[in-house]
């Protein structure tokens, strides 16, 4: 006969890792780690002379700009999308220590998924191989995750992040530009 053990903290830590996960997945698709320095563009249209001012952004391996053309009338739009084609790009493109960031964040989102696998667990077992379910699984969430933010940053020396944020951006430092809004 199999008992089910529903505690207020075996309940909480499964929701949280859940909550978690899908957190940590958003954001590293998101492309808003790194906005740019505010852009103007003139546009110039027929009838009026305008300009529009925006700021790009730049995520781990995906950024937006924001594309101004005339097509039979005028068409602004902000495209978002990946700049990684392969991990084989150079250094200026793609550095080094956002694919190791990535490969972090995907290592500690397979891990988080084995939490959650865990967290639902603990609802019928206590201990795993002698210690908590929840120490165990606590040191899985959180060791890669920490890793991968702290190696993410190694990367702002890079020649897309200096175009963006100028020409003083080196690791750890990201010049003019600002992290997230």
Same mark, same amino acid.
């Given at each position: 006969? %199999?008992?089910?053990?529903?505690? %207020?903290?075996?309940?909480?830590? *499964? ?5 978690? *996960? =899908? ?33 790009? *952004? ?5 950024? /937006?700009?924001?594309?101004?053309? #005339?097509?039979?009338? =005028?068409?602004?739009?902000?495209? /978002?999308?990946? @700049?990684?084609?392969? @991990? ?16 972090? @964040?995907? =290592?500690?989102?397979?891990?988080? #998924? ?7 667990? #603990? ?10 379910? @929840? ?9 890669? /995750? ?18 963006? %944020? ?10 003019? /530009?600002?992290?997230?809004?």
């Amino acid at each position: 006969m %199999c008992y089910v053990i529903i505690t %207020c903290r075996s309940l909480g830590w *499964t929701l949280l890792s859940i909550t978690v *996960t =899908l957190i940590i997945v958003a954001a590293v698709v998101s492309p808003h780690w790194i906005i740019g320095m505010p852009i103007r563009r003139d546009i110039y249209d027929n009838k009026t002379d305008t300009s529009e001012e925006f700021q790009p *952004t730049v995520g781990i391996f995906n950024r /937006c700009r924001k594309y101004v053309g #005339s097509i039979h009338n =005028l068409i602004r739009r902000e495209n /978002c999308a990946t @700049f990684v084609r392969s @991990f084989t790009e150079p250094d200026s493109d793609f550095p080094h220590a956002w694919k190791a960031a990535v490969i972090f @964040f995907a =290592l500690a989102g397979l891990l988080l #998924s084995l939490a959650m696998i865990m967290a639902v667990f #603990s609802l019928f077992v206590r201990s795993f191989f002698g210690k908590s379910i @929840f120490t165990v699984s606590g040191l899985i969430q959180s060791l890669l /995750c920490v890793i991968g933010l702290v190696i993410y940053p190694a990367g702002w020396g890079s020649e897309r992040v200096k175009n963006l %944020c100028g020409e003083y951006a080196d690791p750890y430092i990201v010049d003019k /530009c600002d992290l997230d809004k």
